[in-house]
């Protein structure tokens, strides 16, 4: 068995005449917490879309562990199943509680049964710190209560891997610490983390390796004291020089 | 043998039979052949006319007649008058009368000459109440004139039968409100009496009523089959494969983009002159179903578009196949969104049935448009009104409701910061909501385009 979780080699994608992706080799093992940086347009999101094929890759080839996602003959329902992703807009069932929204793939496509679903989704909305709104609708909870559930949801599949993208730049301020707080306790438990963000302090605590990506390739990979303190690409420095 | 006493016999034998022919003879004939009497009024209770007709034989003249009705008529208001019919001619003949109890006794001056066609008519008789067939006795006073010298003659006829139902209950309802001095001060009100005339109101029910079910059957039946027609365009519609959705895109623009009027009659006529012939009530939901598939499927298209693609990109993530994704997260987000204008969609096509009636199907227009003709008065399209209203304003207050709702599920918004929908004739309106467009389009910016009737 492979001992990356993800293994991404040569990826490219293309919209149209534009290149998005321009050759992105990436390995994740397990348990790593791997946050990408990168200015806006770099690609970032991108690349953890193509992992799930949310995003058809052009050329280039993605393995989960040692399934080849990116074999056209690959189940991709049965691959995505094992990689969970929180969205940036939370996307959680609206017509569905809380609960429902944790359970509803849980018995429709693990095929457990209702007793099963139930008290795996209490579990880990408890987890996430929403023991209390198991039963509301999504619309009677705040962004970052939305977002948590939409974790809790992910992790209810049992995951190999968790994929964020960009999920704490929707929220208001006041409420990114409580997601933040979430996937430093799912780091801490050693859940493989693929992190897309902008909150640099969640890089530097958290991370176990920075990724910083621009214009469609990676310019420089390290701790998160490497690339924040020593940056050797200019490219990085720049951006770095402009956040802070 | 003794031939005298013989012969003498036979001779006054042959003399009283000779005699005895002489005066059948001389005698009037049967006098009336062929009398029959009909009543105008199918119900009985109500004053109504009865008409009398027979032919006189051509060797007596009938002077006087006496009608005996049936135990418990009333005759105290009856009027008369009498004609003899000559071809074409009529010719007014004087009579004069009196009833007493349930007989009518008239006189004829001069009399009715033989071989003419009587005509009496015998105005405002009151029938019992009780349906049935009746007996109408007549004596009659005839004068034949065939030996010179008249010879009257007294003879009665019990052959003429008449019958009638009982009032219906609405009849007896429209009766007991002819009586009301209040009912005849409200009729005589113009505005009132030609639109909400109360005895038109309880007999107009029953008989527009089975229209109403008729429309409503075929609104049962054609519905569902454009639930199902219009998810097979919608999905037509968005379909990768091109002439699929060139079928569905044909089919709905020139469903949508032609008259239903059009559509009805191409369907009731044109198909029959083409030698089709299929029964009506099935060509009636044939054409609704036809009608609304299109409009649902336009619905149904822009319900599931409106879904924001990241909840199929979250159920794909989480595993969730194109079906399942389809049936537990996008269907159910659709189903709500588009609830209120299926509703809609509902409401006008059940108002578009009226449209049958210009095929002669006998739905509530037609029904009320039978008896605006008998009557000359306009109340019974009040009453239909009244009936598509049953089924409508409800409906339109629930559209109300789940539009709120929509929009509770929706933006988070509880139900006390909105101004309260009200239902009813005067539901939802107000000063500043007097413009229901503005209200909708506000309140369901995220659900799919409406249409405002066709």
Redesign the interface.
């Known amino acids: 068995m492979s001992q990356y979780i993800v293994r991404i080699e040569g990826l490219h994608k293309s919209f149209g005449k534009l290149e998005v992706l321009k050759g992105v080799d990436l390995k994740v093992t397990k348990g790593e917490v791997v946050v990408v940086l990168g200015p806006s347009g770099s690609g970032k999101s991108t690349m953890l879309r193509c992992i799930?094929k949310?995003e058809q890759p052009t050329d280039g080839k993605i393995f989960l562990e040692d399934i080849e996602i990116t074999d056209p003959k690959t189940n991709i329902?049965?691959v995505?199943?094992?990689?969970?992703?929180v969205?940036q807009?939370f996307?959680?069932?609206?017509?569905l509680t809380a609960k429902g929204n944790v359970m509803?793939?849980q018995r429709?496509?693990?095929k457990r049964d209702k007793a099963e679903a139930t008290k795996i989704a209490e579990e880990q909305l408890r987890r996430v710190g929403l023991g209390d709104k198991m039963d509301n609708?999504p619309?009677?909870l705040s962004g970052g209560q939305q977002q948590r559930v939409?974790i809790a949801?992910?992790l209810a599949?049992d995951p190999h891997v968790m994929l964020f993208d960009e999920v704490t730049s929707a929220l208001d301020p006041e409420l990114v610490r409580g997601v933040l707080d979430v996937m430093k306790g799912l780091a801490a438990a050693g859940m493989t983390m693929l992190v897309v963000t902008h909150e640099m302090g969640f890089a530097r605590d958290v991370a176990s390796r920075v990724v910083f990506m621009d214009e469609g390739v990676i310019c420089e990979e390290g701790t998160a004291e490497e690339v924040f303190d020593h940056p050797k690409s200019d490219r990085t420095k720049d951006f770095l020089g402009h956040i802070t | 043998m003794d031939r005298g006493p013989r012969t003498a016999r036979r001779l006054l034998l042959g003399l009283v039979l000779a005699a005895a022919m002489l005066f059948a003879v001389a005698a009037p004939a049967l006098a009336l052949t062929n009398p029959q009497v009909t009543v105008d009024q199918e119900a009985g209770g109500a004053p109504t006319r009865f008409t009398f007709v027979s032919l006189t034989d051509g060797d007596a003249s009938i002077t006087g007649m006496d009608f005996v009705f049936p135990k418990g008529f009333d005759l105290s208001k009856v009027t008369f008058d009498t004609v003899t019919l000559e071809g074409l001619i009529r010719n007014k003949v004087k009579v004069t009368g009196a009833a007493t109890g349930e007989t009518l006794s008239v006189k004829f001056d001069p009399s009715i000459a033989p071989s003419s066609t009587l005509r009496v008519q015998i105005y405002a008789v009151v029938p019992t109440n009780e349906g049935g067939t009746y007996p109408l006795k007549l004596s009659y006073s005839a004068e034949s004139t065939a030996t010179g010298t008249p010879v009257a003659t007294q003879r009665t006829d019990d052959t003429m039968k008449f019958s009638y139902r009982s009032p219906t209950i609405p009849e007896r309802m429209s009766r007991y409100l002819d009586a009301i001095p209040f009912v005849t001060q409200w009729n005589s009100v113009k505005a009132l009496g030609m639109f909400f005339k109360p005895q038109l109101i309880v007999t107009s029910v029953p008989m527009v009523i089975t229209g109403w079910f008729l429309a409503l059957a075929w609104i049962a039946f054609a519905f569902p089959i454009a639930i199902v027609g219009g998810l097979c365009f919608a999905f037509m519609k968005m379909s990768k494969v091109a002439p699929l959705r060139w079928i569905a895109a044909a089919y709905i623009n020139v469903i949508r983009g032609t008259p239903l009027f059009l559509q009805i009659f191409v369907a009731f006529i044109g198909l029959r002159i083409a030698g089709f012939r299929v029964d009506d009530n099935i060509t009636a939901v044939a054409v609704l179903a036809m009608n609304s598939s299109a409009y649902l499927a336009e619905i149904f298209r822009a319900g599931i578009q409106s879904i924001n693609k990241g909840q199929f990109e979250a159920a794909s993530s989480l595993g969730m196949n194109y079906a399942q994704s389809m049936q537990f997260v996008i269907i159910p987000q659709t189903v709500k969104r588009v609830l209120p204008t299926m509703t809609s969609e509902f409401i006008l096509l059940f108002k578009d049935t009226a449209l049958f009636a210009a095929v002669g199907r006998p739905e509530l227009m037609y029904a009320a448009q039978n008896i605006v003709a008998n009557t000359g008065n306009m109340t019974p399209f009040v009453v239909i009104a009244a009936f598509y209203l049953i089924i409508t304003i409800p409906l339109i207050n629930f559209v109300g409701r789940l539009e709120s709702k929509l929009a509770v599920s929706e933006h988070g918004e509880s139900p006390t910061d909105r101004p309260k929908r009200r239902g009813g004739l005067f539901g939802g309106w107000s000063p500043a909501s007097a413009s229901p467009e503005l209200v909708v389009q506000a309140s369901s910016a995220a659900a799919p385009p409406r249409r405002s009737g066709r």
């Open positions: 799930n949310l329902n049965e995505r199943e094992q990689i969970g992703m969205f807009s996307n959680l069932f609206p017509h509803l793939a429709k496509v693990l609708f619309a009677q939409a949801r992910a599949m």
